[in-house]
């Protein structure tokens, strides 16, 4: 593993380790690591998480309505299955407005190719993942306590 390509997530529920994959989303990997140095993601929960499907964070008000204050992404959807471990940015209906919400797939769901822009896989602490609270929003929505680039 290339240095410098592991983001890890503090949960409360676990440490979650994922594999970035700049050679699929050069431009949603630097993103995703421009908003961890920044500490954007430290503190912020999982807003929405469906068992069987998938948890989604990366809101800064905890609604999902939201993303940082930098310009929306351009897609670079890829190839690579949504398959269970596998990250990948969360937009609206626009293709081009991934910004900083993202999801990790729970399960298959390869419903969601070549729409969404995948970015990585989880390499341990599935476990973690699995463990969030299950809502729209849940009652006690998990959170990433500390997000880190190693």
């Not at 920044?38 to 993303?67: K, L, S, W």
């Not at 995948?118 to 973690?128: I, R, T």
């Not at 463990?131 to 998990?142: D, F, I, T, W």
């Amino acid at each position: 593993m290339a240095d410098g390509n592991t983001l890890v997530f503090e949960l409360d529920t676990g440490t979650v380790k994922i594999e970035l994959r700049p050679d699929l989303a050069p431009n949603h990997v630097a993103r995703i690591k421009e908003l961890v140095n920044e500490g954007f993601y430290d503190g912020i929960i999982f807003h929405r998480v469906i068992d069987g499907f998938m948890a989604q964070g990366g809101c800064p008000n905890g609604t999902g309505m939201g993303g940082s204050k930098k310009p929306d992404l351009k897609a670079e959807f890829n190839a690579e299955p949504h398959v269970r471990g596998v990250c990948s940015m969360a937009r609206t209906n626009y293709p081009h407005s991934a910004n900083s919400q993202f999801f990790i797939c729970l399960d298959d769901a390869t419903f969601l190719d070549r729409q969404y822009t995948v970015w990585g896989v989880v390499k341990e602490g599935m476990d973690a993942v699995d463990a969030l609270p299950k809502g729209e929003p849940p009652r006690n929505p998990g959170k990433i306590i500390k997000a880190t680039i190693e």
